[in-house]
């Protein structure tokens, strides 16, 4: 299955997320005000869950498409049902 997202584009946003966890772990060693630590935390998040929409919306447009063209489209909207509950847990 073809898809439009680069693995630069991911890997680019993964490394900004590891950055940042990086700095959460350095300002907790040199015990920086909490409410700093938990603005980078929430820095963190909203980072990793623009790169799972990211990606939801390339399988979506892509992978998802692919299966209603081959019969399985039920099944992928299982599959990425599922896999958004975890998400979103």
Do not use: Y
């Amino acid at each position: 299955m073809r898809h439009k997202l680069k693995k630069e584009d991911i890997n680019k946003r993964l490394n900004k997320a590891v950055g940042q966890i990086n700095g959460i772990k350095k300002m907790i060693e040199d015990e920086r005000d909490c409410p700093d630590i938990l603005i980078q935390i929430a820095a963190v998040r909203s980072a990793l869950a623009t790169l799972g929409l990211m990606i939801t919306e390339d399988h979506i447009e892509h992978c998802v498409t692919e299966s209603f063209q081959t019969g399985k489209g039920e099944e992928s909207i299982a599959e990425l049902s599922k896999a958004l509950k975890q998400m979103l847990k």
